[in-house]
């Protein structure tokens, strides 16, 4: 049976093999059991992070959600995605992450090979429906698709400037648009 989990992360950085995982948000689409949301942060120290990712999420200006050990948080991440398609606004960048993480606790990636990004997925939607609405190929597209947030916009799902950068926030952002263009 079909499962999605729409997830993001945030970190310390860009680089995974350096930096830490400091937030998790979690929309796990299970066709069986419905839907559910989990969201926790990660202990980490901000010496080991990159400041400029700190600020841009946001870090010592809200509260993160509740702290899970790494082996547990590992464990259900592992269990969570199991056969799972991970869908996100850059699931690339997160799947990077996840991976070395879940390797720290001797397991493997067991989500589907083929990752949904939602931003390339959407943009691909809004010009066939672009297309079939004025019955024409105008050839008229940009050929480079803006970046998924604008994509958003376009398909009517808004990402709110100040929630962003928020796991949970991006994860359930990514998740309606998802949603919005893929029918189940």
């Known amino acids: ?3 999605f989990v729409s997830i993001d992360i945030e970190t310390g950085g860009l680089d995974p ?3 830490p995982i400091t937030e998790v948000g979690m929309v796990i689409e299970d066709m ?3 839907i559910s ?3 926790f942060s990660l202990p980490f120290d901000p010496a080991d992070c990159d400041p400029v990712a700190l600020e841009v999420q946001g870090w010592g200006k809200r509260d993160l959600p509740k702290r899970w050990e790494p082996p547990r948080a590992a ?3 592992h269990e969570s995605t199991r056969d799972a398609h991970l869908v996100g606004k850059n699931p690339w960048f997160d799947a990077s992450f996840l991976e070395v993480f879940l390797k720290m ?3 493997t990636p067991p989500w589907h090979h083929r990752l949904v990004d939602v931003g390339s997925l959407a943009w691909g939607w809004y010009n066939g429906v672009e297309d079939c609405m004025t019955s024409t190929i105008t050839g008229n597209h940009q050929v480079d698709p ?3 947030i604008r994509v958003g916009e376009l398909i009517g799902i808004f990402m709110d ?3 962003r950068h928020a796991a949970m926030y991006d994860a359930e952002w990514a998740y309606d648009v998802f949603s919005k263009i893929v029918p189940r």
Do not use: T
């Open 75 to 77: 464990g259900f991440i």
């Open 105 to 107: 606790y001797d397991l």
């Open 17 to 19: 093999q350096k930096h």
């Open 37 to 39: 949301k989990v969201e």
């Open 146 to 148: 803006p970046n998924s």
């Open 32 to 34: 069986n059991h419905g």
């Open 161 to 163: 400037p100040d929630a």
């Open 1 to 3: 049976m079909a499962r």
